[in-house]
T-cell receptor
């Protein structure tokens, strides 16, 4: 158990809909990262937050957004969903004393 | 885009044998990390090796890093059926985000 939690585990929705994925980092970790794992793109970095502020952006679509709240949990919002957004979405967290990112169990999103 | 390419893409061995998987990357790195993923589940961190290190051990795992060749290898000794998983290398370019390789699927037969 990495200490990073993600909800929900599974999400099935329809095209055009909007969903919110939630992540709670390990206790005390200020950095939160979001990654997407799909069959065709592999594991891709989406976005990073540090103590509430956006720190880095990767291959994140404009339809996607994220935020980190004062209690350090983070949410990834995916809107106008398309079939191609079906993937595993991972959250990871990192503390200041380590370079290791600890991953949560992921949310499997299926868009029908 | 993928930073790392892993080789082989798939590997099948018997329990007790050693498994070696390789990772090549394109640009200078801060560190390189190896992760394991059991079928469709979360990523488990295995080991981190810094750019100024050449070899690191953790239990049955041995990781080497050759920055001149931009490559790393992960050796799992005396493999067990429970080692069956996908293994990914991930490079940290000192930008704080990880760039993952394509992964090696390891199957260990009892």
């Amino acid at each position: 158990d990495s200490g990073v939690t993600q909800t929900p585990k599974h999400l099935i929705t329809a095209t055009g809909q909007r969903v919110t994925l939630r992540c709670s980092p390990r206790s005390g970790d200020l950095s939160v990262y979001w990654y997407q794992q799909s069959l065709d793109q592999g594991l891709q970095f989406l976005i990073q937050y540090y103590n509430g502020e956006e720190r880095a952006k990767g291959n994140i679509l404009e339809r996607f957004s994220a935020q980190q709240f004062p209690d350090l949990h983070s949410e990834l919002n995916l809107s106008s969903l398309e079939l191609g957004d079906s993937a595993l979405y991972f959250c990871a967290s990192r503390g200041g004393s380590t370079d290791t990112q600890y991953f949560g169990p992921g949310t499997r999103l299926t868009v029908l | 885009s993928q930073q790392g390419e892993e080789d082989p893409q798939a590997l099948s061995i018997q329990e007790g044998e050693n498994a070696t998987m390789n990772c090549s990357y394109k640009t200078s790195i801060n560190n390189l990390q190896w992760y394991r993923q059991n079928s469709g589940r979360g990523l488990v961190h295995l080991i981190l090796i810094r750019s100024n290190e050449r070899e690191k051990h953790s239990g049955r795992l041995r990781v080497t890093l050759d920055t001149s060749k931009k490559s790393s290898s992960l050796l799992i000794t005396a493999s067990r059926a429970a080692d069956t998983a996908s293994y990914f290398c991930a490079t940290d370019l000192n930008t704080d985000k990880l760039i993952f390789g394509t992964g090696t699927r390891l199957q260990v037969f009892p």
